[in-house]
């Protein structure tokens, strides 16, 4: 009779430990009836024997030292609780980003009664490391796992006045030069009126602001533009836009000559030279309201009273990432990126704001309760959801759900 495999695997564990128990006399018996069993030569079934010793012990050190890990566990299901709550709260950042800004963010919390956390818990919260968040949320992130279509033409007029600027060549580390580009809102439906909207993004801070408008017409985008000046905790030194007839047109470069600021424009079909904003376009514009078809008469008003929040929450509590170097070895990019901080803590930090534009932000920052922001907008991206359900029931689709109507955060939970 022949053994199959697993037959063979269950007769070895069960013969090898009685032979490992037996004495000499009686090895030589279960060494016979092993090789009659398997057709093994009695030297290698005296190898089988030790190998399958080997791996009983070695699974058995590793169920102690599971079991041991268990006993003494750090981070308890209180810590992940909390974390979890923050963490929904940060719009479901990554452990790099919330780790250098986590004691910070659960000061303010609790100064407004968003958090009550015992000592122990606040204290872990505070020391606990960028892996050992990515570690705890695994089970969250999975669960909370659309592309972009550019609806703008490329513009002729003016070309030869405005200088094109690459990426190699931005190298300003004050506050105030900014890149601008349009986002649209078509819903994979490119006809008639649709929502755009305008995204600046100052290159030092990361300071973003965002303003919904009716269309592309240049008019539109010069008006709103001048609202986002006025909003800028810092002056406006700077324009980077790409290379739609939106941006190189006499309205926006008379704008920019009268305001005596500089204004550049990137490569044709190079998205690398506008990277800043490119970033933002996904992370602040399309994270927030998706890709649905949004049109003047009825969403440009509630996009706008979106972006009043958004603004708040996105440069006062949304820490990013800068990158310092990057080396090519081989066929790998090792990059290297600083500590995340929040643009408002950029623009803290930087010798190109003077007293009184510091303690504005300060003042501002003060007021602001984040769980409050996060929860209006959340309110407001689901109104926007359920008019664009609504108004295209068939056509819209899977891309309702998306993760930007994320579940209310509930304090008390």
């Known amino acids: 009779m022949r053994l199959n495999m697993n037959e063979r695997k269950a ?60 006993a003494s566990k750090v981070y308890d299901q209180q810590v992940l609780i909390a974390l979890r709550q923050v963490w929904l709260l940060m719009d479901c950042i990554c452990g790099k980003r919330l780790a250098p800004v986590l004691s910070e963010i659960v000061r303010v919390l609790e100064s407004h009664g968003e958090l009550k956390l015992k000592p122990k818990v606040r204290q872990k919260l505070q020391q606990i490391s960028a892996a050992t968040i990515d570690r705890l949320l695994v089970e969250d992130k999975k669960q909370s796992l659309n592309g972009s279509r550019a609806r703008t033409k490329p513009g002729t007029l003016l070309k030869s006045q405005i200088p094109i600027r690459t990426f ?18 078509d819903g994979g439906q490119a006809s008639g009126d649709f929502c755009y909207t305008l995204d600046l993004t100052d290159v030092a801070s990361g300071w973003t602001e965002t303003r919904a408008i009716r269309n592309k017409a240049q008019v539109w985008v010069v008006e709103e533009l001048k609202l986002i000046e006025k909003r800028l905790p810092f002056e406006l030194l700077g324009i980077d836009s790409d290379n739609g007839s939106e941006f190189i047109n006499a309205h926006l470069l008379r704008y920019c000559q009268d305001r005596k600021l500089t204004f550049t424009r990137a490569r044709s079909y190079r998205k690398t030279d506008n990277c800043f904003v490119e970033q933002k376009n996904y992370s602040v514009v399309r994270r927030a309201v998706g890709y649905a078809r949004y049109e003047p008469e009825t969403e440009l008003k509630l996009l706008n009273q979106l972006y009043d929040h958004l603004r708040l929450y996105s440069n006062y509590f949304q820490p990013v990432m800068k990158l310092v170097s990057k080396e090519r070895q081989g ?30 932000l300060k003042k501002e920052y003060q007021k602001l309760n984040p769980a409050e922001l996060k929860r209006e907008i959340t309110k407001l991206q689901n109104e926007l959801l359920d008019l664009a359900v609504k108004k295209q029931p068939t056509a819209f689709g899977a891309k309702a759900k998306r993760s930007t109507k994320s579940k209310e955060l509930n304090p008390q939970d």
Do not use: M
């Open 331 to 360: 066929s790998q990019v090792k990059k290297k990126y600083d500590t995340a901080r929040t643009p408002y803590q950029r623009l803290l930090e930087s010798e190109h704001l003077n007293k009184e534009q510091k303690q504005q």
């Open 11 to 70: 007769v070895t564990r069960t013969l090898a430990v009685r032979y490992q128990k037996a004495s000499k006399k009686e090895k030589r018996v279960i060494l016979d009836e092993f090789c009659h069993l398997t057709s093994y030569n009695r030297c290698y079934a005296t190898i089988v024997f030790k190998q399958a010793l080997a791996d009983k012990t070695a699974k058995s050190d590793s169920e102690n030292q599971r079991q041991a890990r268990g």
């Open 168 to 185: 190699a060549e931005w190298n300003d580390a004050r506050p105030g030069f900014t890149e601008i580009d349009l986002v649209g809102h």
